[in-house]
């Protein structure tokens, strides 16, 4: 019994060792981060949500298969992990509202993805617009030399 105990003891010992910080190597500089792995994910997003007027009547934009709904899926697990990305060093610009707005893209990230899989034309509506909130709050206060114009994020 007491063997055991210390077995058991020892390994709670080791539980509360902190491991060593993990060197990140950011491979892209912000632009190319957005341009290559934001952008095109919240695209497929916007693309899928909500509904165009034409002349000839309304065009619903979301997904009729299930292999479009996975394709949001997908973009929405890119976005939500872009949150995680973002606030890697290399990439955080400060802890306060740039982690807040990381977390923002995780937030609707997962909300997106959970209207795909739920195939919810609805709530990947309002998740879509979440998402553009929250890249208009960025780029209002990070991208500052260039002006972010309604239609735009």
């Not at 030399?145 to 735009?152: K, N, S, T």
Request: proline content about 5%; some cysteine; aromatic content about 6%.
């Amino acid at each position: 019994m007491k063997r055991a105990l210390a077995i058991v003891s020892l390994g709670l010992l080791g539980c509360g060792e902190s491991a060593p910080p993990v060197a990140y190597e950011p491979v892209h500089d912000m632009q190319e981060t957005m341009r290559l792995v934001l952008d095109p994910a919240a695209d497929v997003i916007w693309s899928s949500a909500g509904a165009i007027v034409t002349q000839d009547g309304v065009v619903d934009l979301a997904p009729t298969t299930d292999e479009g709904w996975q394709r949001v899926a997908h973009a929405a697990a890119v976005v939500a992990e872009s949150g995680n990305l973002l606030m890697m060093p290399g990439h955080a610009v400060d802890r306060d509202d740039w982690t807040e707005i990381s977390r923002g893209l995780i937030r609707v990230g997962v909300q997106a993805r959970n209207a795909a899989e739920a195939q919810d034309a609805d709530a990947l509506f309002e998740a879509g617009g979440g998402l553009y909130n929250v890249c208009v709050s960025c780029h209002q206060q990070y991208w500052v030399d260039r002006p972010v114009r309604a239609g735009e994020a």
